[in-house]
């Protein structure tokens, strides 16, 4: 007489799985795992569901799914077996080669930062979520949802609904000089999304674009996940300098920062612009605007977007998002493009992701169509300059021998140079540990680019309510100065 196969037993207390679940996968496990073999014949549901202390049903839906999924075959009168037919599985344990893109290879030569949860005290990047309008954008949500119903669950249109379109050309227009109808707006799922289809409306694979270097790597990583060779951009005190671009290289596409420069904090001046503009109009190249925290200036005064130089040059597309005046969990970007590219861009965003969740979309156009974006950023600078003032404060009493801040005249970071021979991604590692969220330097240059001065920490100051800031900074000067000791 044969011997009968052994079966696992369910787990008993798995809360997240059903008692007929937990059989289900068991059988497909062994079955798969070759521990029951071809042919070998499983016991009656009833007897099995006796030696198990389970209900009959329950192992009988579970022998009807193994059934339906091809892992068992059920003859009338003589039982339930194991299917004779199936794939050959890898050992455990046995690599499995499987292909890989050049551009995943280059991706990952430069891996995004995987981030979740609460942000850690001093992340830069992201704003201050404790003063998010809950209660206002519930509301709005919920209007939404009444007065759009079924129509917002449907598939819509991959530029945007006209609502947000016509609300961010009229914020973008008086907010920051840019010209542009409600046609020209693409909604994005944040600004990686905008870059990803600017990028694949102007370039080609193997092309170059010119990249700011240290910069916003998020954003260079789109760049290159569709096939662009970065090169660098050289950025001093007054922001990008196209004169010292590679002489030779003939770049499609230009990416930078003008408002306010991410990590180094300066504003590109005006004899830069207009020589970008020049360098553009010469190469027949395109400039990707990154308006990164143009809204948010304490030492200096407010300045317009790039594209509000030369609005009818055709040369700029501009990229806006509400990642850092709301919040970035929302993903909700935008890009302002030509009209000669309206169509190929939203044909993109059709490929993309279709579109960005059109619930979101609605709620958005009526938060900032009747002013509830203007007054959250009213409400939001004397915090900033609180919080800001607090960060700076905090470096001259707990860090002045570690730590030499700048770039504090905008936005929502301060760039912390330190000492020579600092290793300040080790640096950033250890804060890290240490429960704080600061970047290094070093991490925003193309690979193998920064030198030796180029190193800092990057200091969010949104994250963190004023009167904890020295306790985070004299936190952060202990590793500092541990790292200098090693």
């Not at 891996?111 to 003063?131: C, I, M, Q, S, Y």
């Not at 003008?258 to 004899?271: A, D, F, I, N, R």
């Not at 929502?412 to 600061?438: K, S, T």
Request: net charge positive; with cysteine; aromatic share 4%.
């Amino acid at each position: 007489m044969p011997r009968r196969p052994s079966y696992p037993a369910p787990i008993a207390a798995a809360a997240d799985l059903s008692l007929q679940e937990q059989v289900f996968r068991q059988l497909r496990d062994a079955i798969a795992a070759g521990q029951l073999k071809p042919g070998a014949r499983l016991p009656a549901s009833r007897a099995f569901a006796a030696e198990q202390g389970l209900a009959r049903q329950t192992v009988t839906i579970a022998y009807e799914r193994l059934a339906a999924e091809g892992f068992v075959t059920t003859r009338r009168g003589a039982g339930t077996f194991v299917s004779g037919e199936l794939p050959a599985r890898p050992a455990p344990g046995k690599a499995i080669a499987v292909p890989r893109s050049r551009r995943l290879q280059a991706l990952l030569a430069s891996p995004p930062r995987r981030t979740e949860g609460l942000p850690l005290p001093l992340k830069p990047g992201v704003p201050a979520l404790d003063h998010f309008p809950f209660a206002l954008w519930n509301r709005l949500l919920q209007r939404a949802g009444r007065h759009g119903g079924a129509r917002l669950l449907e598939y819509g249109d991959p530029a945007g609904l006209p609502a947000l379109r016509q609300a961010i050309a009229d914020y973008v227009g008086a907010v920051r000089g840019v010209a542009a109808r409600p046609e020209q707006i693409i909604v994005t799922a944040g600004a990686q999304g905008a870059a990803l289809a600017a990028a694949l409306a102007v370039s080609d694979p193997g092309d170059t674009a010119l990249v700011e270097t240290p910069g916003y790597t998020s954003l260079q990583g789109a760049l290159r996940l569709v096939g662009l060779a970065l090169q660098p951009l050289p950025v001093d005190a007054e922001g990008a300098d196209i004169g010292r671009a590679p002489a030779a290289t003939v770049a499609r596409l230009a990416l930078v920062s003008p408002s306010h420069h991410y990590p180094l904090g300066m504003t590109l001046t005006l004899e830069r612009r207009l020589a970008l503009l020049a360098w553009a109009r010469r190469q027949n190249a395109m400039i990707l605007e990154d308006d990164y925290d143009g809204e948010y200036r304490f030492d200096q005064p407010q300045v317009t977007a790039l594209h509000s130089l030369e609005p009818q040059s055709q040369r700029v597309l501009y990229i806006g998002t509400l990642s850092k005046l709301l919040a970035p969990g929302l993903r909700l970007g935008f890009l302002v493009v030509p009209d000669a590219l309206v169509e190929g861009v939203t044909a993109i965003r059709a490929l993309q992701d279709r579109h960005v969740a059109q619930p979101i979309q609605a709620a958005l156009a009526d938060f900032i169509g009747n002013g509830h974006l203007a007054a959250h950023i009213r409400k939001s600078r004397p915090l900033y300059a609180e919080r800001r003032a607090a960060l700076l404060a905090a470096l001259r009493d707990e860090a002045a021998d570690v730590i030499d801040p700048s770039g504090a005249a905008a936005g929502l970071h301060v760039l912390g140079r330190l000492p020579a021979g600092c290793d300040d991604r080790a640096i950033a590692q250890a804060a890290q540990r240490a429960g704080l969220g600061v970047g290094a330097l070093s991490g925003f240059f193309l690979a193998g680019r920064p030198r030796a001065a180029d190193r800092g920490l990057v200091l969010g100051f949104a994250t963190a309510e004023a009167s904890a800031l020295h306790g985070h900074v004299a936190r952060l000067a202990r590793v500092v100065r541990a790292g200098l000791a090693r």
